[in-house]
């Protein structure tokens, strides 16, 4: 028997597989970057994954419709931060479409490349734009790490079924 080449319909509603996704408890991150004209941009992500250690290699997705995605696709480097427990408000912030100046106030360093590092998270890489692949709705993004540092005494931000939590809680 051949296997099928494509799949079968979903037997499932968007809103219950966004809830089955929201099943898997994952870390909280912020991607930065540069546009063209040196405009400073981030976002909130949960899609981030590690995908080789040599080379060091990590993957983030970003919907291919968002405003910032011609800064991320033509940018050659990008950071992305692991938030601490306690950042839950810089992970709302750079996910909330009102906010106007996401960086505003919050306290960050330019990287080797020009992009914005933020201060006080668990961990940061400093990635070159390696790859990007256009699948359903998104883009997933490889970034081959150049640089990378973690605070070792940081717990790390966590979100679960909608909502943050700086511990999981136990059964």
């Known amino acids: ?7 079968v319909a979903p037997s499932f509603t ?27 941009v981030g976002l909130t992500a949960n899609s981030f994954n590690s995908v080789s250690l040599a080379p060091p290699l990590v993957l983030w997705s970003l919907a291919s ?9 033509r940018g050659s480097h990008y950071a992305i ?31 080797e490349h020009g992009v ?3 201060d006080g998270v ?4 400093e990635c070159f734009n390696r790859s990007q692949y ?3 709705d998104h883009v997933i993004f490889v970034g081959e790490v150049e640089r990378c540092r973690i605070d070792a005494a ?7 079924g909608g909502r943050y939590f700086s511990e999981m809680p136990l059964a």
């Not at 419709?65 to 696709?73: I, L, R, V």
């Not at 940081?154 to 679960?160: N, V």
């Open 81 to 111: 931060h692991i938030l601490a427990s306690d950042q839950r408000t810089l992970a709302e912030r750079f996910a909330s479409k009102a906010v106007v100046d996401r960086f505003g106030g919050v306290a960050w360093r330019e990287g």
């Open 1 to 7: 028997m051949n296997p099928p080449r494509r799949a």
């Open 116 to 118: 914005p590092l933020l």
């Open 154 to 160: 940081a717990t790390p931000l966590i979100f679960h």
């Open 122 to 125: 668990a961990a940061v890489f």
């Open 134 to 136: 256009e699948e359903g």
């Open 14 to 40: 968007p809103q219950e597989f966004r809830a089955a996704l929201g099943m898997f408890a994952t870390g909280v991150t912020i991607v930065t970057a540069r546009t063209d004209d040196g405009r400073r």
């Open 65 to 73: 419709a968002a405003g910032s995605m011609p800064a991320f696709a």
